[in-house]
């Protein structure tokens, strides 16, 4: 007996009516002008700093505080102008930046030595380890009372609490970043014949190079911590060609507060943050962009 063909289901016939107008986050509707506008995240950042600035100006013209606590923030921008142009602040920047990138690069060489040895040998990993523990806990500017009893009153002081402000972040990630670095990765070097320099440079750094990033970003703002507070203590941290000692900014804010000026502490507190962001987002943003992220190793 022969099988019975399976019905045969026919689905009605459907017209889809016009779709309507999108709404706001819908894919498929061109975004307007101001929408645009708010998708930038600058504006929104921008935005953010300009409705905290104008909380700040009302609450100190309108909420009777005083002036020796919390500034009005137009005075503060008034304090910072006069000192940009009549008190030798921008000199006063570079003074410590000077100090700062001197004592940052050597960190670096110190850092580098300490992971290379913990990579290749398994007592320097001993060694870094130990060192760590013992050292990345001890905040830099417990050293400063050593360093001053140790080089004096000057820019070695500062640069030696430094060096223990850049070398354990840095040390630290680069070395955590280097043992990540999964084994397929490391066969692939060794299986294009990669050995020594070659080795580290074109496998172990570009994998292990956003925690080697990271740490150098730690170290930076530590280092830039560090330097302000010490510079707090004292400000001779340059001395020029004829013998006298310059201060940095740190010393800008000190010797303000001693003289009860404190729209222009204000205006150095302000400062320190300006350095702070223009070297994060001039400076590491830049190589972040130019390698984790255009490496494909950024989400």
């Known amino acids: ?136 806990p001890l905040p830099a500017i417990a050293l400063l009372p050593m360093a001053m009893l140790w080089f004096g009153l000057g820019a070695d002081a500062i640069m030696f609490t430094l060096l223990h402000s850049v070398v354990w972040p840095v040390a630290l990630n680069t070395h955590t970043g280097f043992m990540g670095v999964s084994d397929t990765q490391r066969m692939v070097g060794r299986n294009y014949g990669l050995r020594g320099i070659t080795y580290v440079v074109k496998i172990l750094i570009p994998a292990a190079f956003p925690s080697i990033l990271t740490g150098m970003k730690i170290g930076w703002a530590y280092a830039w911590r560090t330097l302000i507070a ?40 302000f400062t320190v943050i300006l350095v702070g962001v223009v070297v994060e987002n001039l400076v590491f943003r830049n190589i972040e962009q130019r390698t984790v992220a255009r490496w494909g190793m950024q989400s």
Do not use: C
């Not at 935005?47 to 005075?75: H, Q």
């Open 230 to 269: 010490a510079e707090l203590v004292f400000g001779g941290s340059v001395v020029d060609t004829e013998g006298t000692q310059s201060g940095g900014l740190g010393w800008f804010i000190f010797a303000n507060q001693m003289d009860l000026q404190i729209p222009y502490v204000f205006a150095g507190l």
């Open 1 to 136: 007996m022969a099988e019975r063909a399976p019905a045969i289901h026919v689905r009605p016939e459907f017209e889809a009516h016009e779709i309507r107008a999108g709404s706001v986050s819908d894919v498929t509707r061109e975004l307007s002008l101001l929408e645009r506008v708010i998708d930038l995240d600058p504006i929104r950042k921008l935005t953010i700093l300009v409705a905290m600035i104008a909380a700040w100006e009302l609450y100190t013209r309108f909420g009777g505080v005083s002036e020796y606590i919390l500034p009005r923030f137009s005075s503060t921008g008034e304090a910072l102008a006069r000192a940009v142009w009549s008190d030798g602040l921008l000199t006063m920047v570079w003074n410590s930046m000077t100090v700062l990138i001197g004592g940052y690069v050597i960190g670096l060489a110190i850092a580098t030595v300490l992971t290379t040895l913990a990579v290749a040998t398994r007592f320097g990993s001993d060694l870094l380890g130990t060192l760590t523990a013992m050292l990345n």
